[in-house]
T-cell receptor, first 113, second 116 residues
Framework: EAQVTQNPRYLITVTGKKLTVTCSQNMNHEYMSWYRQDPGLGLRQIYYSMNVEVTDKGDVPEGYKVSRKEKRNFPLILESPSPNQTSLYFC????????????FGQGTRLTVV | QKEVEQDPGPLSVPEGAIVSLNCTYSNSAFQYFMWYRQYSRKGPELLMYTYSSGNKEDGRFTAQVDKSSKYISLFIRDSQPSDSATYLCAMKAVGNYGGSQGNLIFGKGTKLSVKP
C-alpha cells in the first residue's frame, strides 16, 4: 500500500529537549516536505526537499532542521523545542514536475510544555 | 495580500444541500488548481484537480476555475454527512516558480459540516 508514515503520532515534551519526528514514504517520490497546521493559519510549509541531499526552507523554517540522506526518509528535527512549536505536523511526498497529488502522513500532534 | 485566500467558515448545511466552496488567488503563474479534503485527525487527501481554466466533474463534485477573475470553486451536490470535513484549495505554478520550484500553495481550509 502506498503511504507516508510518520512517527510518533502524539508527543508531549518539555522545552529544550531535542526531538525528531520521522517520515518515510514507499512511493519512490523525489519531493518531500513538512508542514505545520495551526487553527486559523492553515497549512504552512516548514522545509522541503527536491531530492536526496537537496533541502530548502519553506515559509516557517525557524527552529527546525531537516535532512534527506535517503530518498524515502525525511526526518524533522527540533533541536530546542519551544511552546510556540506546539502544533499538528504533516509530512508529505509527491513526484516532481507536473504532479499535483501530494500524499500526506497521518500527522504528529506535538505539545511542548 | 496572501497568495491564496479561503474563507475558513465554519459552514453548516443540511443533508442534500448544494455546497459552494471558494478560493481567490493573486499569482497569475498558477496553472494547477486542486482541492484537498481533510477529515478530522487525518492528513489531507487530493479530491480533484484542474489544469488551467474550465470545469471538471467527478460524481457529486464539480471544480471550476475562472483565471480571468483568479477565482476557483468546488461545488458539492446532494451533500452527505460523510462530506463533513475541511476542504483546502491548493495551487501550483508550472515549472520553476521563484525559489519554491513549483510548491503547492494551500488556502487555510473551509470546515464543512453536513447535518443529517
Amino acid at each position: 500500500e502506498a503511504q507516508v508514515t510518520q512517527n510518533p503520532r502524539y508527543l508531549i515534551t518539555v522545552t529544550g529537549k531535542k526531538l525528531t519526528v520521522t517520515c518515510s514514504q514507499n512511493m519512490n517520490h523525489e519531493y518531500m516536505s513538512w508542514y505545520r497546521q495551526d487553527p486559523g493559519l492553515g497549512l504552512r510549509q516548514i522545509y522541503y526537499s527536491m531530492n536526496v541531499e537537496v533541502t530548502d526552507k519553506g515559509d516557517v523554517p525557524e527552529g527546525y532542521k531537516v535532512s534527506r540522506k535517503e530518498k524515502r526518509n525525511f526526518p524533522l528535527i527540533l533541536e530546542s523545542p519551544s511552546p510556540n512549536q506546539t502544533s499538528l505536523y504533516f509530512c508529505a511526498s509527491r513526484k516532481t514536475g507536473a504532479s499535483t497529488e501530494a500524499f500526506f502522513g497521518q500527522g504528529t500532534r506535538l505539545t511542548v510544555v | 495580500q496572501k497568495e491564496v485566500e479561503q474563507d475558513p467558515g465554519p459552514l453548516s448545511v443540511p443533508e442534500g444541500a448544494i455546497v459552494s466552496l471558494n478560493c481567490t488567488y493573486s499569482n497569475s503563474a498558477f496553472q494547477y488548481f486542486m482541492w484537498y479534503r481533510q477529515y478530522s485527525r487525518k492528513g489531507p487527501e487530493l479530491l480533484m484537480y484542474t489544469y488551467s481554466s474550465g470545469n471538471k466533474e467527478d460524481g457529486r463534485f464539480t471544480a471550476q476555475v475562472d483565471k480571468s477573475s483568479k477565482y476557483i470553486s468546488l461545488f458539492i451536490r446532494d451533500s452527505q454527512p460523510s462530506d463533513s470535513a475541511t476542504y483546502l484549495c491548493a495551487m501550483k505554478a508550472v515549472g520553476n516558480y521563484g525559489g519554491s520550484q513549483g510548491n503547492l500553495i494551500f488556502g487555510k481550509g473551509t470546515k464543512l459540516s453536513v447535518k443529517p
